[in-house]
């Protein structure tokens, strides 16, 4: 026990002594982790979007005036038999005509327009969801089916992939902006740590040489430097933690709403806080530790 509390008191003695060093070696580690926690909201925004929008996209297909609902029926049993179809919805020509004059009650041309036709002048339609928008291809050809084909008078696919498309290569580039940055700023750590070390011995160099003399081991003359390293890591998670948190449970209200609770950063940080923030931790630590080692390996001969 003497010998460890004499290791964490080396330790704080080495980070107290180059304070400026150590702060901006645990400053460079929160930014960092800041990179990674950005990536990770980036991750989370971008899958609600691209759910969100996959949610509305559907295909509708309207059939002629006058086609028979047993036919209408087999196109639909048809379709629910397919593997790729999340969902069939049928609307027969009198919610269709319903639906049309509730849209259209403020405009009286429209609706006298439907007096003079005299009958309605809507047929069934379907309106198809896929379980993925990859599927949607399969469907429209589905709907070439030579039993009902000819009873289709338009198709209407709510055509959502240009946007999914420019979503998905945006996402892209931010994800691949973000690991640079994340990149950049992980490798300036790892020299920040080595010069911090490796001015720290030279600074206690005399030190060094009186443990020697009086026959320090080399793990004990090592250990504070490993324990300031941890100690680097610690205090980056901690602070980058402090500043992420409070971002993410005031933007989580909003998100949540846009998205229609698609995205809860509260229930991933918060939640999850132990897991993401330790697995943090242990990333810094493994950086940190291995930039001290190798530092040690190089200017501490013991």
Excluded at 130 to 153: C, G, H, Q, T, W
Aim: proline share 3%; aromatic share 12%; glycine share 4%.
């Amino acid at each position: 026990m003497s010998a460890f509390f004499r290791i964490i008191k080396f330790a704080s003695q080495h980070f107290i002594r180059n304070f400026w060093l150590s702060l901006a070696t645990v400053s460079i580690l929160v930014l960092t982790l800041l990179t990674l926690d950005i990536l990770l909201v980036l991750n989370l925004t971008a899958s609600a979007a691209l759910k969100n929008i996959e949610n509305r996209v559907d295909v509708s297909a309207s059939f002629k005036i006058g086609t028979e609902e047993s036919d209408v029926q087999n196109a639909v049993s048809y379709l629910r038999s397919l593997v790729e179809v999340k969902d069939v919805v049928l609307n027969t020509p009198e919610e269709i005509l319903t639906e049309f004059k509730t849209k259209h009650a403020d405009n009286a041309t429209i609706l006298s327009s439907l007096d003079e036709v005299g009958e309605n002048p809507f047929g069934y339609r379907l309106v198809i969801r896929a379980n993925s928008v990859d599927n949607y291809p399969l469907i429209l050809e589905a709907l070439d089916n030579p039993s009902f084909r000819d009873k289709i008078e338009a198709k209407n696919f709510s055509d959502h992939e240009a946007l999914l498309t420019k979503l998905s290569d945006v996402t892209n580039k931010i994800h691949l902006f973000g690991f640079l940055l994340f990149a950049i700023f992980l490798s300036i750590a790892v020299l920040i740590v080595l010069n911090t070390v490796r001015v720290t011995i030279f600074v206690h160099r005399e030190e060094i040489a009186i443990m020697r003399l009086v026959g320090a081991t080399g793990w004990f003359i090592r250990a504070p430097y490993l324990v300031e390293a941890a100690a680097f890591s610690f205090l980056a998670v901690l602070i980058s933690a402090a500043i992420i948190v409070p971002i993410v449970l005031t933007l989580d209200p909003f998100f949540a709403s846009y998205f229609e609770s698609a995205v809860r950063f509260k229930d991933f940080f918060i939640g999850q806080a132990p897991l993401v923030f330790g697995l943090e931790f242990v990333g810094a630590a493994l950086v940190c530790l291995g930039s001290t080692a190798l530092a040690m390996r190089k200017y501490l001969r013991v």
